[in-house]
């Protein structure tokens, strides 16, 4: 039982590697756990899920070396726990699927501290069902075992009965089994397994770095020794692997497999990068800008209390939204205020930041750059504008507004800064939540297909953060729009696409569109 001030541990599934997988009531526990314990195959995006204050203590493998052994994280959970802490003990796949999560339960049990199991989704079926394989199939497969490939010699009476195994189950998954490989297929063919059984290897299945290798029992060991795959990976070996080639889907998405950095704030950057992922990619989020209040609020606080005076307020982004909104709301007043200024907002997102607080759009233009606005706003001589935005705005609206005879005020509602990249790279298997460092040696190393820039901003201050921008010349350069293109251009970058609708969608589209150019990006 849970009590109030008691410490509790939830073992819990993080499921095999897409953060996707993790299970509701799995997230639920994270979103609570006051100490987060976790280890290598644990994805570094469910981290992000986690309270603020919450402790990080990784347990991974470390260089090769176990950072603590596993009676050593079994006392961490007990003194955790006993210390009145909530613990997540995040565990890859499911906890008591070769996760050793039965001893640490035991060990909970033994202590008298209260636990629970979340159980989760294993990667001996979802790296499989990635890969197109699914582990039964009528008229194929109508049994499936999961196999450790990695038996302790030393416990004798647990042996895999390979006998059995042979002959006596349609599809075999093993975990574990890269290093042991050619014994496990020499046994199986030495117990009667045809050779000519078909047979894969999935690494990192789930992630957009999933791998497969497909062969029989035959020559799959010398094939995975050719392709020079390494663990984390499962084999499974049946006629189920046949259908692989009809079923395949997570490796043909047109993004599968490239690494895309996104340079937008912590904020924005989640919706992009759910985009990305489910094309396939991987984003690789390095916020170049971060959003900040104005360092003096005379200004906007006097529009706000000279709201009625203004014909028109025009928001050119869904943060001068946000900021005017809390201002408004900060300083006493609320919508209501707003009932007889019209609004105009420059973008659909925009747009739809209205929408959450219930406020519709006047006008949106067909185009989202400034110069379109004035045009397309109507006869705005004599009319009062407001325009509520970063301190860095272009000057390029209000100009055109005053040229069409409107008097614009221009006021800050929050600043643009370079983003301080202060997190610390989080160590798990290679799944990243990188500093700029690890961004800078992944770009010299061409190990970043395709960078974003999503406003003028995000490219000075990711050229900023580098210190270099010729370190940006192996990946395909992709601009949400000409103005985002023209700054880029001016920092002596080589653009590559531009989006034809200047939004998140419109980006992807092209990105998409043209990924075909992925495989040979110009150097
Ligand atoms: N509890 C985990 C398994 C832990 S044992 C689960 O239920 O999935 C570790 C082994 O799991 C690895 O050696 C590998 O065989 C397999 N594994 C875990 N995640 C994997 C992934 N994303 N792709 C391929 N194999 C994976």
Redesign the pocket.
Known sequence: MRTKDGGYVFLV?AG??DPGLITVKGLEALRQAEVVVYDY?TNAELLKETRPDAEFIYVGKRGGQHTLSQEEINQLLVEKAQAGKTVARL?????????R?GEEAMALAEAGVPFEVIP?????V??PAYAGIPVTQRGLASSFAVV???EDPTKAELAIDWKYLARGVDTLI?????GNLPEIVARLMEHGRPPETPAAL??????PR?ETVVGTLADIAEKVEAAGLR?????VIGQVVNLREHLRWYDRKPLFGKRVLVTRSREQASVLSRRLRELGAEPVELPAIAFQPPEDYTPLDAAIRHIHQYDWIIFTSTNGVRAFMERLWTLGWDARSLARVKLAAIGPATAAALEQYHLRADYMPDQYVAEAVAAGIGDVSGQRILLPRTDIARPALAIALREAGAIVDEVTAYRTVLAEVVQESVPTGGLVSPTSEDVRQMLAENQIDVVTFTSSSTVRNLVALLGDAELLRGALIVCIGPITAGTAREVGLRVDVVAEEYTVDGLIEVLTRESGALDGVPS
């Open positions: 599934g095999p590697g195959l565990k890859g796949g499911d906890p008591f699927v070769f996760g999560g989760a989704v294993t990667s001996a979802a790296a450790t490939g990695h093993f975990l574990m089994g890269v999935v690494r990192w299945g789930t992630t999933q663990p984390p990976a499962v084999t």
